[in-house]
């Protein structure tokens, strides 16, 4: 009705029974305010002197025309939910609206009877009707009367008509009153007409509308049900007052511009304008056929924009809720002097255009006719882009059907006075027409269906009773495996199972209180727990889910307590209980549920309203569960409470605060938690306790640990602040919620050089070539053999030339040649000559391709050590980190080579093999040595201690994959989930890698190339000195052994002659 009101803006004559001033007025004093008057007319209102404060008269005058009619308009989104017409009220109002065109025919006699009289008392009367009847409504508007049983709003109505009159006569009493002031004040007078729809939808946006109805069902389900609606930021009665304020303002400009003297220089002489209007163009005749077609448009543009859109607006947009029937109904109303002025300020578009227009604005407004029609459930309904649509639609439809009236009052100027009566008579009977028929669809036909905005408690629906309400609460939470605590008849507990069978639950029903089964803290799947606090001995059952920590995320409790809420019975049926934040418990009384919690035992319990009751429905508690915030979003806050934990500093004498980053090293892991907890305490509102340990845990013989995991185990604390391996040992002990960061060790090492590890001096050739050497030398060797032997059998006289010759001679100079030294004798044998150049030759070529090779050897960077078998094999010595577990990840790899190298390598050298990062890393650069360390640790002291070369030649080799390094928690704590929740929060938005970028050290880069000179050193050469050594012991063993065989050869020489001597004498002896 935003638009529908303006169809009396426009010009509405009686034809025969309006005076004659009537029929004197010029066309643009009858034409609407909404008329394009040309270039010239836009110049001549707005370019002439003027006086400043007459305009701004003549604009608070203008106001006062349908500020009643568009002020009621727009508060119809808050009142069709508070008068018993509802949704049809809007139709009531048009009707109204459209009997107020009454004023004209009355002023229309009334000027026939009195015709002497000037208009002024009319203008007066009008306007005080219109600001009584808006003050008068502002108080009365909710008053009822009883007409055949049915309330009707009759006081609201019949004000509404009072003020309706003002609008509707304005058009033939205020324009002609117009004429005697300069034409330029028309402008001003005009804009007042605007604002008086603006201003109202301006208010009603301030006003706004609350919100949707909150439906009280009482206890008993015959009462009646009552409907709260929230408060607007300013009810009607403050807002019709309001209007009644501009209306009295409208009042007190048009009685100073009637009486103030002061103005008189700005009126003009009326028989002037008769003359001026005598002298217009002869108008065009209104009885052809282009004539009948644009009248028959304006009757069906008025019956829709005055009588059919307005009343079907609420059944179009309240079932997407108030506020979107209030910004309809607000926009829709801005909508229409928008389009106005731009009817004034622009040129008119062609016809052919305006047909676009209302082709295309079709769409919208079959759309906003069908949600009319399907209400109460139209398309897109509870969505966003249903609401947006809706919206839109209306304020488009609205926008272009007032932009199309005003052309067509536009293009009726050309038709004169006549054209212009004939047109707001059309204008007047579309109206009418639009308003009667649709005000009997509304009224008294099943077309437009209201919806009861809250239902009676027994149509709505059915009082649920216990056992439905637990099997619906179970449903909706998604939960199919309950164990039910009661102490019903039979005949109840069979109902019961048997209603829970229907909707798909298995129930394990438990009736011994005292001896009730194993609770365990944790299973594979989510359960639901029910318990009838009215059964004898429960006390047992919640003392032993309180004990083994069954009150947990993992157990959905509800606890059915006949009696009306009562806090104080909450507390001290659960007062013993550690129902802590991580808890899923529900306190069922018949009249509320309640969410039960404490952040700490022995603390108060924090209970929340869930703002329903165990007569809720199904739906009712899907909403609930998906408006709910998860449980660890709402109970985050823990109130400040002091929670004990500790952190591990192994080595006290070197720590120097938790940022202090020039000992990474040292303490890692508890300097990149401590920060994250933390954090993790001041988003969630607690404090921490804090103990220092210098151990993380280590199981003793008997089960039990010391340090850091000692203290969870024995339940001193609450949470670690230090990260520590997530050991199978441990696991037993404490809970982890949160992974920090993930650890390495590896052996670090410089690469040795390959001469190190292997024969240098034989991997220049391989295989083949030392083979294809050796044939060569040994066929050279043959060869000069063959012909020292042909050259004697054929010239006796070169014997003595070629007696050097001989094979181990041969064979000397063979290996001579390939050495490159060369032989001691040069034969005038020319065959032999070029045996032995070719020889010289050949090994030329070899030598200078194997000395090549060796010194590319000797520089290259060596990759000789690749795995741990390789490291195993190599000369190096190991050595480990000291830490806690030195040992033990070396005797529980299931790595086959880890174990060898460790029982190799490591365990040969007892206690010395473990040592510090400092000195590890120091003896890595000195020498053949490979350190196991915390990559983090080792590296930052190489980023230290280390030169750019050296760095580029380190390697490493991982023997073992470390566990997973996590912040511990007391097993079963009831504050895992909340913290785990947080670290992942921390995790995801690049805390935790900020903390790890800080502490761990990464690879350093090697920012030097690999080329450069390498100085040789004994190792190098160690194999040729190893040849060396052996040929000098080789020939020293030969010898020895020619001079054992020499004198073993003269001693048996001198043997026969000393026995010939000794036999000789005896002989001699014998004879004598």
């Not at 935790?992 to 090697?1006: D, I, S, T």
């Not at 063993?1037 to 020619?1042: D, F, K, P």
Request: glycine fraction near 6%.
């Amino acid at each position: 009705m935003g638009d529908s009101v303006r169809h009396n803006m426009e010009l509405l004559h009686t034809p025969s029974d309006c005076s004659e001033t009537m029929s004197r007025l010029s066309e643009q004093k009858e034409s609407s305010p909404c008329i394009d008057r040309g270039d010239t007319f836009a110049v001549n209102m707005w370019g002439a002197q003027r006086r400043v404060t007459l305009d701004v008269l003549m604009t608070c005058w203008g106001i006062g025309t349908w500020l009643g009619v568009n002020g009621l308009y727009v508060q119809l989104p808050l009142l069709v939910e508070r008068l018993p017409e509802g949704w049809a009220l809007a139709s009531s109002m048009v009707l109204a609206v459209q009997f107020a065109n009454v004023g004209i025919l009355l002023y229309g006699v009334l000027r026939k009877i009195t015709s002497r009289i000037s208009d002024v008392p009319y203008i007066y009367g009008l306007l005080h009707i219109g600001t009584l009847a808006l003050i008068l409504n502002a108080f009365l508007y909710d008053k009822t009367t009883v007409i055949r049983g049915s309330e009707r709003s009759i006081a609201y109505l019949t004000l509404t008509f009072f003020a309706a009159l003002v609008g509707c006569t304005s058009s033939v009493l205020f324009y002609p009153h117009l004429r005697h002031f300069r034409s330029v004040y028309l402008a001003t007078y005009l804009m007042g007409e605007g604002l008086s729809g603006f201003i109202p939808s301006i208010l009603a946006l301030i006003q706004g509308v609350g919100g949707e109805p909150e439906c009280i069902y009482p206890e008993d389900k015959n009462s009646t049900v009552t409907a709260v609606y929230p408060p607007p930021r300013f009810d009607t009665t403050v807002f019709l007052l309001l209007l009644g304020g501009l209306s009295a303002a409208s009042l007190v400009s048009f009685t100073t511009i009637n009486n103030y003297k002061g103005f008189d220089s700005e009126k003009v002489d009326l028989a002037v304008a008769a003359k001026d209007e005598e002298a217009t163009v002869a108008p065009e005749s209104i009885t052809s056929a282009r004539w009948l077609g644009v009248l028959g448009l304006m009757v069906v543009l008025n019956a829709l924009n005055n009588g059919v859109m307005p009343s079907v607006q609420s059944y179009s947009c309240m079932p997407y809720g108030t506020r979107a029937y209030h910004l309809a109904v607000t926009l829709g109303a801005m909508a229409n002097p928008a389009a106005c002025l731009a009817g004034v300020w622009l040129r008119p578009v062609h016809y052919k255009l305006l047909g676009v227009m209302l082709t295309f604005a079709l769409l919208p407004f079959c759309y906003i006719m069908t949600t009319a029609l399907m209400s109460p459930a139209p398309p897109l309904l509870n969505t966003t882009g249903g609401i947006f649509l809706v919206v839109i639609s209306w304020v488009l439809v609205s926008g272009v059907v007032s932009y199309a009236r005003m052309w067509v009052y536009g293009w009726a100027r050309r038709g004169g006075a006549r054209g212009m009566r004939a047109c707001g008579a059309v204008t007047q009977l579309g109206s009418m027409l639009g308003s009667i028929v649709t005000f009997c669809l509304v009224n008294y036909t099943r077309l437009f269906v209201q919806p009861d905005v809250c239902p009676a408690l027994p149509t709505r629906r059915r009082t649920m009773d216990v056992i439905s309400f637990i099997v619906t609460y179970f449903v909706t939470k998604h939960l199919y495996i309950m164990s039910a605590f009661i102490c019903w008849p039979p005949e109840k507990t069979s109902e019961f199972l048997r209603v829970a069978s229907e909707a798909g639950i298995r129930v394990r029903v438990y009736t011994d209180m005292r001896h009730p089964p194993r609770l365990s803290p944790y299973e594979l799947l989510r359960e639901a727990m029910m318990v009838d606090l009215q059964c004898p001995d429960v006390e047992y059952l919640l003392h032993n889910a309180s004990s083994t920590r069954a009150f947990n995320y993992l157990h959905a409790w509800l606890l059915i307590h006949n009696s009306s809420y009562d806090r104080s019975i909450i507390e001290d049926t659960l007062d013993e209980y550690e129902i802590l934040p991580d808890a899923d418990v529900v306190w069922a009384a018949p009249d509320t549920l309640v969410d039960v919690y404490r952040v700490k035992a022995k603390h108060q319990y924090l209970l929340t309203n869930l703002g329903l009751d165990r007569n809720c429905s199904k739906k009712e508690l899907e909403s609930m569960w998906g408006a709910l915030p998860s449980t660890v979003t709402r109970r985050k806050n823990l109130r400040r409470m002091m929670m004990p934990a500790a952190s591990v500093i192994g080595q006290p004498e070197f720590f120097r605060g938790w940022w202090d980053v020039s000992t990474r090293q040292l303490d890692t892991f508890p300097k990149v938690t401590h920060p994250l907890m933390m954090l993790a305490s001041e988003d969630m509102n607690f404090h921490f306790n804090m103990r220092q340990v210098d151990f993380y845990g280590v199981v003793h013989p008997n089960g039990s640990f010391n340090g850091l995991v000692g203290l969870l185990q024995r339940q001193e604390i609450e949470v670690g602040l230090a990260s520590i391996f997530m050991r199978h040992d441990r696991m037993r002990e404490v809970h982890y919620f949160s992974e920090t960061l993930a650890l390495t060790c590896a052996f670090i090492f410089r690469q040795p050089s390959r001469s190190a590890v292997s024969n240098v001096f034989l991997a220049p050739f391989s295989a083949g070539v030392w083979s294809a050497c050796g044939v060569v030398a040994a066929s050279a060797a043959v060869l000069l053999v063959l012909l020292r032997r042909v050259r004697e059998r054929t010239h006796r006289q070169s014997r003595a030339l070629l007696a050097p010759l001989t094979l181990p001679d041969t064979c000397t100079f063979a290996l001579g040649t390939m050495c490159q030294q060369g032989f001691h004798v040069t034969p005038a044998v020319s065959s032999v000559r070029v045996v032995m150049f070719s020889t010289l030759m050949t090994s030329l070529f070899v030598f200078t391709a194997y000395s090549a090779k060796i010194v590319a050897l000797l520089q290259t960077p060596s990759d000789a050590l690749r795995t741990i078998d390789d490291l195993t094999r190599s000369p190096m010595t190991l050595g480990v980190q000291e830490t806690t577990y030195k040992k033990v990840y070396f005797t529980e790899a299931a790595d086959k080579s880890a174990q060898q190298l460790y029982k190799r390598k490591i365990v040969p050298q007892g206690e010395r093999a473990y040592i510090g990062v400092d000195e590890g890393i120091a003896r890595v650069r000195t020498g053949l040595f490979a350190f196991q360390v915390e990559r983090s640790a080792g590296y930052d002291v190489i980023t230290k201690t280390f030169t750019e070369r050296e760095k580029c030649a380190l390697d490493e080799i991982e023997a073992f994959k470390m566990p997973m390094v996590c912040i511990p928690m007391r097993r079963y704590s009831g504050y895992r989930e909340l913290f785990a929740v947080r670290m992942r929060w921390q995790r995801e938005v690049g805390l935790m890698g900020q903390a790890r970028r800080v502490w761990l050290v990464p690879r350093p880069r090697c920012e030097t190339d690999s080329g450069g000179f390498v100085s040789i050193g004994i190792i190098d050469v160690l194999p040729a000195l190893q040849a060396l050594a052996l040929g000098a012991g080789l020939a020293v063993a030969l010898l020895g052994a020619e001079l054992m065989l020499h004198a073993f050869s003269h001693r048996a020489a001198c043997w026969p002659r000393h026995s010939s001597a000794q036999t000789a004498l005896v002989g001699d002896t014998r004879f004598n």
